[in-house]
């Protein structure tokens, strides 16, 4: 199973958006509405900030939003905060108990 | 609240094994489809294996790079997940966590217990 596909950085200034790319295939991101995102601060654990294509946990900002067309979903940063600079995962459930996840993006606020 | 403590992690040789555990606290493992994942240094994360809830059968799969060689079990008494990992190889070295997961999203994570194997 192939990791699924990011780009390796994207930036913005405080306030603008950005938005991040997950590009898998058809039997993982276009198979299935189980996508979710993870914000990751170095040498912590990841944070699941984003479940089922577009749901957002109890406690994450509404900044954060997902959606996903085809086999690429999408995780938009509105309003971007100093504090949203880290590294960004998506997953896809792949089929047959089986995960994958993306290779990451770093967000810089610049 | 949901704390998972993953423990066990070394420096071993290659061809050795590996015990990891992971205690959990605020959650009955049975009663969850808990998961490994591994993040190699300055990479992402791996899906490493699972183990479903008691009630979904406790069926346990692998991803294939490990699959043959990781084991993945739980205690209920002692409400502890396990990683028994064998024929360990260079790239098997990570950081290990214990994650819960739900409807394909891994929710809850343990802080991590990092595995390096070298000769």
């Known amino acids: 199973q192939s990791a699924l596909t990011q780009p390796p950085s994207a930036s913005g200034s405080p306030g603008q958006s950005v938005t991040i790319s997950c590009t898998g295939t058809?039997?993982?991101?276009?198979?299935?509405?189980?996508v979710s995102w993870y914000q990751q601060y170095p040498g912590k654990a990841p944070k699941l900030i984003i479940s089922?294509?577009?749901k957002r946990p109890s406690g994450v900002p509404d900044r954060f939003s997902g959606s996903k067309s085809g086999n690429t979903a999408s995780l938009t940063v509105s309003g971007l905060q100093a504090e949203d600079e880290a590294d960004y995962y998506c997953s896809s459930y792949a089929g047959n108990n089986k995960y994958v996840f993306g290779s990451g993006t770093k967000v810089t606020v610049l | 609240e949901v704390q998972l403590v993953e423990s066990g992690g070394g420096l071993v040789k290659p061809g050795e094994s590996l015990r990891l555990s992971c205690s959990a606290s605020g959650i009955i493992i049975s009663n969850a489809w808990m998961n490994w994942v591994r993040q190699a240094p300055g990479k992402g994360p791996e899906w490493v294996g699972l183990i479903k809830s008691r009630s979904n059968g406790g069926t346990i799969d692998y991803a294939a790079p490990v699959k043959g060689r990781f084991s993945i079990s739980r205690d209920d008494s002692k409400n502890t997940l396990y990683l028994q990992m064998n024929s360990l190889k260079s790239e098997d070295t990570a950081v290990y966590f214990c994650?819960?997961?739900?409807?394909?999203?891994?929710?809850?994570w343990g802080q991590g217990t990092m595995v390096t194997v070298s000769s």
């Open positions: 058809s039997s993982d991101v276009g198979g299935y509405n189980y």
């Open positions: 089922d294509v577009s």
């Open positions: 994650v819960t997961e739900s409807s394909g999203a891994f929710h809850i």
